[in-house]
């Protein structure tokens, strides 16, 4: 695995946990804020890696999409175990990403999410009634190898941007572990 291969997969496993994507989205205010509880914050929202939604067609038939985000932070009432209806996707920068690919990736979402669809929930939040949400959200987020380019064109864009540090989050490496960070190869 690359270097930075490593580091996006490091980031996506890490705000996986809900607990973590809550300090994702203290980054950036607005989105901090839509979080319903943060007295319980593990059941205020659900983290989807790889999100994947069940697209409703007019003539009723029915098919499943995976959604070209990296993951979906969908808010749930505490008390009532129910979906609020704000829903954030977030879009970390892949390795060798260009900008106009981290856009093409958030305009086929909006695109999909214009249909009628219903979440396929993870099975730990199966209850939750997993209609579509009124309220969309995009995250973008950079890391330190993302080109200054993709910075300057989301505030360009005026679009919602966060970067994160893999430095903060690396996990301690164990004695007969080696850095896969470092590989003298590349």
Same mark, same amino acid.
């Given at each position: 695995?690359?270097?930075?291969?490593?580091? !996006?997969?490091?980031?996506?496993?890490?705000?996986?946990?809900?607990?973590?994507?809550?300090?994702?989205?203290?980054?950036?205010?607005? !989105?901090?804020?839509?979080? +319903?509880?943060?007295?319980?914050?593990?059941?205020?929202?659900?983290?989807?890696?790889?999100?994947?939604?069940?697209?409703?067609?007019?003539?009723?038939?029915?098919?499943? %999409?995976? &959604?070209?985000?990296?993951?979906?932070?969908?808010?749930?009432? +505490?008390?009532?175990?129910?979906?609020?209806?704000?829903?954030?996707?977030?879009?970390?920068?892949? +390795?060798?990403?260009?900008?106009?690919? &981290?856009?093409?990736?958030?305009?086929?979402?909006?695109?999909? &999410?214009?249909?009628?669809?219903?979440?396929?929930?993870?099975?730990?939040?199966?209850?939750?009634?997993?209609?579509?949400?009124?309220?969309?959200?995009?995250?973008?987020?950079? %890391?330190?190898?993302?080109?200054?380019?993709?910075?300057?064109?989301?505030?360009?864009?005026?679009?919602?941007?966060?970067?994160?540090?893999?430095?903060?989050?690396?996990?301690? &490496?164990?004695?007969?572990?080696?850095?896969?960070?470092?590989?003298?190869?590349?």
């Amino acid at each position: 695995m690359s270097n930075l291969q490593y580091r !996006y997969d490091l980031l996506l496993s890490h705000y996986s946990n809900p607990l973590e994507a809550i300090s994702l989205l203290r980054e950036y205010r607005p !989105y901090f804020e839509l979080i +319903p509880s943060l007295r319980r914050p593990s059941d205020s929202l659900i983290s989807i890696p790889f999100p994947v939604v069940q697209l409703t067609q007019p003539n009723l038939t029915q098919s499943n %999409l995976q &959604l070209q985000c990296d993951l979906a932070l969908i808010m749930c009432d +505490p008390d009532w175990k129910v979906k609020t209806g704000q829903e954030i996707f977030v879009f970390i920068h892949r +390795p060798n990403e260009d900008y106009s690919a &981290l856009l093409q990736r958030w305009r086929q979402v909006e695109v999909a &999410l214009g249909e009628e669809y219903y979440w396929l929930l993870p099975w730990k939040h199966r209850n939750i009634i997993s209609d579509r949400g009124e309220h969309h959200y995009p995250l973008f987020v950079t %890391l330190d190898y993302s080109p200054a380019r993709i910075t300057k064109g989301l505030e360009g864009a005026s679009l919602p941007h966060v970067r994160a540090s893999t430095l903060a989050i690396e996990p301690p &490496l164990e004695e007969n572990q080696e850095d896969p960070i470092f590989d003298p190869t590349e």
